[in-house]
């Protein structure tokens, strides 16, 4: 009969527990400051203009390595396939 009680309050515990995490989690969200659209459209461009900068300065080391890694094979015989 315990173990038969203990599988009976099991789920009654999950439900409560998941009930107060939900309640803190709405008590969270509502502390929370949201950014204003002006605030999301600059961090936009700021992310946007970073990704850009860093992807041209990736693809310039690229053509760098890549043309020193074929003047080095052009110089002991060996091809670079393009």
Request: aromatic residues 14%.
């Amino acid at each position: 009969m315990d173990e038969s009680g203990q599988f009976i309050n099991k789920p009654k515990e999950w439900v409560t527990t998941l009930r107060e995490g939900w309640k803190d989690i709405l008590a969270e969200m509502k502390k929370t400051t949201w950014p204003n659209s002006n605030e999301v459209i600059s961090t936009t461009v700021v992310v946007l203009v970073a990704t850009m900068v860093f992807a041209f300065y990736l693809w310039g080391c690229d053509v760098v390595f890549y043309q020193a890694i074929s003047l080095l094979f052009g110089k002991f015989g060996a091809s670079v396939s393009s």
